[in-house]
């Protein structure tokens, strides 16, 4: 079964940047939104952005300015440039990859830790 892999995540001082990409194990198809998520230990996971196959984008309020997402539809991959990072940025990434046929496919999850 096809999953997503993330990568990039690690420890970064407040105010550094990282950069997170994930691809998919094998070939995927018809995917329309690509996205991630985070979850900090005690708290639900949310939303930190998506970009639709168009290339439109939405982001959480607390990483607009900071966070750029990007996609490579050639390679159904997509990425998360992370500037200016905080403590609260603290968490396990998740990437996401909805399919049009076939439902939503997951990665395993990224450790991305800020320290103050």
């Known amino acids: 079964q096809v999953q997503l892999v993330e990568s990039g995540g690690g420890l970064v001082q407040a105010g550094g940047s990282l950069r997170l990409s994930c691809a998919p194990s094998g070939s995927i198809f018809f995917v329309s939104d690509m996205g991630w998520y985070r979850q900090a230990p005690g708290q639900q996971r949310e939303l930190v952005a998506r970009i639709a196959s168009g290339g439109s984008t939405d982001y959480a309020d607390s990483v607009k300015g900071r966070f750029t997402i990007s996609r490579d539809n050639a390679k159904n991959s997509v990425y998360l440039q992370m500037n200016s990072l905080k403590p609260e940025d603290t968490g396990l990434y998740y990437c996401?990859?909805?399919?049009?046929?076939?439902?939503?496919?997951w990665g395993q999850g990224t450790q991305v830790t800020v320290s103050s």
């Open positions: 996401y990859a909805r399919r049009v046929i076939g439902g939503d496919i």
